[in-house]
């Protein structure tokens, strides 16, 4: 292990994230005897940038206010070695003193009046100017040739879409780049505006291009520089920073740092599972994704120095650890006064010890992709890229791990690529679209894989232009008709009555006439409630399986009736059939995704749960029986199938933090091993064998109760 590259032996990492009065105060003792009895591997340590805690020789670079003559980065490093722990150097390059600005004001980002930006008591850095592209890289390289890290993070380095600098860096380069001035403000739908974020977002790309140049030439090929990126809330929140990971994948297919400390309400726990799933899908599933993972509590309010209630960290962990996530705990200050900081996520850094090695080397089992790209959030979002995007995105999400199926994050550029993977592919409301893009996802249905359409997807070029010719429309024989006003997306509600604006519904055939697979379980009404929007379009190829039903009031209660006259619109709302080449489609001209992404509405949760089933045909690669909210993710590898169950039941409530798992159970398990015959079938938490049976190409097993998880090891013979 010790001649392997850091990524490949360093698994479990923590940070305690030095504050300035750390160079008085820390004792390095205390992270020896973490790292021991958590097994850590690993250790971020804070180096230089915003503060240095070394006694730099450069004259640009401020140092902690207490660290006078000590040298609290090189008392780390010796300690980790000693301990056989991998370091990484932790940098901060967004904002500087100000002291660097009046030597320097070059360095700064301005308003447009000219003016430095403050951020607290310092100043925003430009990326265009010497900070980033001289400086930063003289520190990288000091700190290599005195300390010799493994590697290098860096926190903030994305920017943001609202920061526009108007520094004679940024005017000058714009202009050379693009022929264009700056834009005036942030504006979505001006096009100079539009154009400044792709061309920001390609700095980033050079910045992230430039310091690995820097880091490897410096401290060797494995001296990789990786900044920190923001997945919470992929894809809508990705256009808040000013990176793609798309363009930076190419430069990180060994490891990968993610900065995503806890929970929302608008997506729970699951949300890790989901960004594990989404990085290993950028940067292979052999990469090593590092999340640091609050140890301190978050809600609508912060305490950093105070702990956060255990089953909150462990639930968050273990949702990751399913996503392929390797964790990292997350400390800030080098003293806790609240030691109980320090033994939140013992139990789970213990369990990923024992069972490590069936969390790496192996392949997900996942046959529903779920497609996303950061330019449909961008030239599509706008505005409102949470309603545009990320609801209907999250709709399909969130079904998946209500039904417990088995999907997984695939960028719309990489649909050809992870084709072999899906027998479903499922594009929510992905209006922005390349021809290579459209043409991908024809082939895969022309080769017989299933698909489900909402919105406008495709309907735009990937430059956000209308596109004259939609050829998934024209497959299934799309006609849309004029646009009308219950057409476009509509915003979050606002809950007061008086607003009925979502207050449609869904017309089920009456009873007594045929209802599609879809309809299943909703045989004691003709109604469903909707609250989303529909288009008005027909379908020469595929049939209607609901209607919709226009908005009606809420309020008074004297007039919430439906009209004789708009009882059923007749415009369809959910379209299905046979694609003609061996799979099927469904085709949501309502925003069904949209709807539950924003409601949760069970019923909407069910209709998105029945349709990929029907859509995939019986092909499940496992099935999950039994009561509660369970985040559910299958692997495999070549002697065995790893089935990870982690239970969420009655944890998302928000904004507490919960204080205990709710026990589950009975719960059966079926994976299909293709028929390979199993030998031994593990419960790794519960640390026994399971009984277990062979049906058809399945093995089947029952698991009487879990708690906090369970990971099922299926060992193959032979």
Same mark, same amino acid.
């Given at each position: 292990?010790?001649?392997?590259?850091?990524?490949?032996?360093?698994?479990?990492?923590?940070?305690?994230?030095? &504050?300035?009065?750390?160079?008085?105060?820390?004792?390095? +003792?205390?992270?020896?005897?973490?790292? /021991?009895?958590?097994?850590?591997?690993?250790?971020?340590?804070?180096?230089?940038?915003?503060?240095?805690?070394?006694?730099?020789?450069?004259?640009?670079?401020?140092?902690?206010?207490?660290?006078?003559?000590?040298? #609290?980065?090189?008392?780390?490093?010796?300690?980790?070695?000693?301990? %056989?722990?991998?370091?990484?150097?932790?940098?901060?390059?967004?904002?500087?003193?100000?002291?660097?600005?009046?030597?320097?004001?070059?360095?700064?980002?301005?308003?447009?009046?000219?003016?430095?930006?403050?951020?607290?008591?310092?100043?925003?850095?430009?990326?265009?100017?010497?900070?980033?592209?001289?400086?930063?890289?003289?520190?990288?390289?000091?700190?290599?040739?005195?300390?010799?890290?493994?590697?290098?993070?860096?926190?903030?380095?994305?920017?943001?879409?609202?920061?526009?600098?108007?520094?004679?860096?940024?005017?000058?380069?714009?202009?050379?780049?693009?022929?264009?001035?700056?834009?005036?403000?942030?504006?979505?739908?001006?096009?100079?505006? /539009?154009?400044?974020?792709?061309?920001?977002?390609?700095?980033?790309?050079?910045?992230?291009?430039?310091?690995?140049?820097?880091?490897?030439?410096?401290?060797?090929?494995?001296?990789?520089?990786?900044?920190?990126?923001?997945?919470?809330?992929?894809?809508?929140?990705?256009?808040?920073?000013?990176?793609?990971?798309?363009?930076?994948?190419?430069?990180?297919?060994?490891?990968?740092?993610?900065?995503?400390?806890?929970?929302?309400?608008? &997506?729970?726990?699951?949300?890790?599972?989901?960004?594990?799933?989404?990085?290993?899908?950028?940067?292979?599933?052999?990469?090593?994704?590092?999340?640091?993972? +609050?140890?301190?509590?978050?809600?609508?309010? @912060?305490? /950093?120095?105070?702990?956060?209630?255990?089953?909150?960290?462990?639930?968050?962990?273990? &949702?990751?650890?399913?996503?392929?996530?390797?964790?990292?705990?997350?400390?800030?200050?080098?003293?806790?006064?609240? @030691?109980?900081? #320090?033994?939140?996520?013992?139990?789970?850094?213990?369990?990923? /010890?024992?069972?490590?090695?069936?969390?790496?080397?192996?392949?997900?089992?996942?046959?529903?992709?779920?497609?996303?790209?950061?330019?449909?959030?961008?030239?599509?979002?706008?505005?409102?890229?949470?309603?545009?995007?990320?609801?209907?995105?999250?709709?399909?999400?969130? $079904?998946?791990?209500?039904?417990?199926?088995?999907?997984?994050?695939?960028?719309?550029?990489?649909?050809?690529?992870?084709?072999?993977?899906?027998? !479903?592919?499922? !594009?929510?409301? #992905?209006?922005?679209?390349?021809?290579?893009?459209?043409?991908?996802?024809?082939?895969?249905?022309?080769?017989?894989?299933?698909?489900?359409?909402?919105?406008?997807?495709?309907?735009?070029?990937?430059?956000?232009?209308?596109?004259?010719?939609?050829?998934?429309?024209?497959?299934?024989?799309?006609?849309?008709?004029?646009?009308?006003?219950?057409?476009?997306?509509?915003?979050?509600?606002?809950?007061?009555?008086?607003?009925?604006?979502?207050?449609?519904?869904?017309? !089920?055939?009456?009873?007594?006439?045929?209802?599609?697979?879809?309809?299943?379980?909703?045989?004691?009404? %003709?109604?469903?409630?909707?609250?989303?929007?529909?288009?008005?379009?027909?379908?020469?190829?595929?049939?209607?399986?609901?209607?919709?039903?226009?908005?009606?009031?809420?309020?008074?209660?004297?007039?919430?009736?439906?009209?004789?006259? +708009?009882?059923?619109?007749?415009?369809?709302?959910?379209?299905?059939?046979?694609?003609?080449?061996?799979?099927? *489609?469904?085709?949501?001209?309502?925003?069904?995704?949209?709807?539950?992404?924003?409601?949760?509405?069970?019923?909407?949760?069910?209709?998105?749960?029945?349709?990929?089933?029907?859509?995939?045909?019986?092909?499940?690669?496992? @099935?999950?029986?039994?009561?509660?909210? !369970?985040?559910?993710?299958?692997?495999?590898?070549?002697? *065995?199938?790893?089935?990870?169950?982690?239970?969420?039941?009655?944890?998302?409530?928000?904004?507490?933090?919960?204080?205990?798992?709710?026990?589950?159970?009975?719960?059966?398990?079926?994976?299909? &091993?293709?028929?390979? $015959?199993?030998?031994?079938?593990?419960?790794?938490?519960?640390?026994?064998?399971?009984?277990?049976?062979?049906?058809?190409?399945?093995?089947?097993?029952?698991?009487?109760?879990?708690?906090?998880?369970?990971?099922?090891?299926?060992?193959?013979?032979?």
């Amino acid at each position: 292990m010790e001649n392997q590259p850091w990524y490949q032996r360093a698994r479990r990492w923590c940070q305690a994230n030095l &504050t300035e009065i750390d160079g008085r105060d820390c004792d390095v +003792a205390l992270w020896r005897e973490f790292w /021991r009895k958590n097994h850590i591997e690993g250790t971020i340590v804070n180096a230089g940038g915003t503060v240095a805690y070394y006694p730099s020789e450069n004259p640009d670079q401020y140092r902690a206010a207490y660290l006078g003559s000590r040298d #609290l980065l090189r008392e780390f490093i010796d300690a980790a070695k000693e301990e %056989g722990v991998a370091v990484m150097a932790r940098m901060d390059t967004n904002q500087a003193p100000a002291f660097l600005l009046d030597r320097h004001p070059e360095w700064f980002m301005c308003d447009r009046e000219g003016k430095p930006i403050p951020a607290g008591p310092r100043y925003l850095t430009c990326v265009n100017g010497g900070y980033y592209r001289e400086h930063i890289p003289k520190v990288m390289e000091e700190i290599v040739r005195k300390y010799a890290p493994d590697v290098f993070g860096d926190n903030s380095w994305t920017g943001n879409q609202a920061a526009i600098c108007y520094c004679e860096n940024c005017k000058e380069r714009f202009r050379r780049d693009t022929g264009l001035e700056l834009p005036e403000k942030k504006d979505d739908n001006d096009p100079v505006y /539009r154009k400044w974020l792709q061309w920001s977002i390609g700095l980033r790309t050079e910045i992230w291009d430039l310091y690995n140049q820097v880091t490897t030439r410096a401290g060797g090929p494995d001296c990789l520089w990786l900044g920190m990126v923001q997945p919470e809330f992929y894809p809508s929140g990705a256009i808040r920073q000013l990176y793609d990971d798309a363009r930076l994948s190419r430069f990180t297919g060994r490891a990968h740092m993610v900065d995503s400390q806890g929970r929302s309400p608008a &997506t729970g726990f699951e949300q890790n599972l989901l960004q594990g799933l989404t990085m290993h899908q950028l940067y292979g599933e052999e990469a090593l994704i590092i999340e640091s993972v +609050a140890s301190y509590r978050r809600s609508n309010r @912060t305490w /950093r120095k105070a702990a956060s209630a255990k089953t909150e960290m462990e639930a968050w962990m273990l &949702t990751g650890i399913a996503g392929g996530i390797s964790p990292s705990a997350h400390f800030i200050g080098g003293t806790q006064e609240d @030691t109980r900081t #320090l033994e939140n996520g013992s139990d789970v850094m213990d369990w990923h /010890r024992r069972n490590e090695d069936y969390l790496y080397h192996r392949a997900l089992c996942a046959n529903i992709g779920i497609a996303w790209s950061k330019e449909n959030a961008v030239f599509y979002g706008r505005e409102q890229p949470d309603v545009n995007c990320q609801q209907p995105y999250q709709g399909f999400v969130q $079904a998946c791990l209500r039904g417990r199926l088995g999907f997984f994050p695939v960028h719309a550029k990489d649909l050809e690529k992870a084709s072999d993977k899906m027998d !479903l592919l499922i !594009l929510p409301d #992905l209006a922005v679209m390349s021809d290579e893009q459209i043409e991908a996802a024809v082939r895969l249905i022309q080769r017989g894989k299933s698909v489900i359409v909402s919105g406008n997807t495709g309907m735009l070029d990937e430059k956000g232009e209308p596109r004259a010719r939609n050829l998934l429309e024209e497959l299934f024989g799309i006609r849309r008709r004029a646009l009308t006003e219950d057409s476009a997306p509509l915003s979050t509600g606002s809950g007061v009555l008086g607003d009925f604006s979502k207050h449609s519904y869904l017309r !089920l055939p009456p009873e007594g006439r045929p209802r599609h697979a879809i309809l299943r379980g909703f045989e004691g009404t %003709g109604i469903l409630p909707f609250g989303g929007s529909c288009a008005d379009l027909s379908s020469v190829r595929l049939e209607p399986a609901a209607t919709y039903i226009p908005p009606f009031p809420i309020y008074p209660p004297e007039f919430s009736y439906m009209p004789d006259n +708009a009882r059923d619109s007749g415009r369809p709302v959910i379209l299905a059939g046979e694609t003609g080449f061996g799979g099927k *489609a469904v085709w949501l001209a309502g925003d069904i995704d949209r709807a539950y992404g924003d409601s949760r509405a069970s019923d909407l949760g069910d209709l998105l749960v029945n349709a990929m089933r029907w859509a995939l045909d019986g092909k499940l690669p496992f @099935t999950v029986e039994g009561p509660g909210r !369970l985040a559910c993710a299958l692997y495999r590898r070549q002697d *065995a199938y790893i089935l990870h169950l982690v239970n969420l039941s009655g944890l998302n409530e928000w904004p507490a933090q919960p204080e205990m798992f709710y026990p589950v159970g009975p719960v059966t398990v079926r994976v299909d &091993t293709g028929g390979r $015959a199993a030998g031994q079938v593990r419960l790794t938490v519960a640390e026994k064998d399971a009984s277990f049976t062979e049906e058809g190409s399945a093995v089947v097993c029952t698991i009487e109760r879990i708690e906090s998880h369970e990971m099922v090891v299926i060992k193959m013979k032979g």
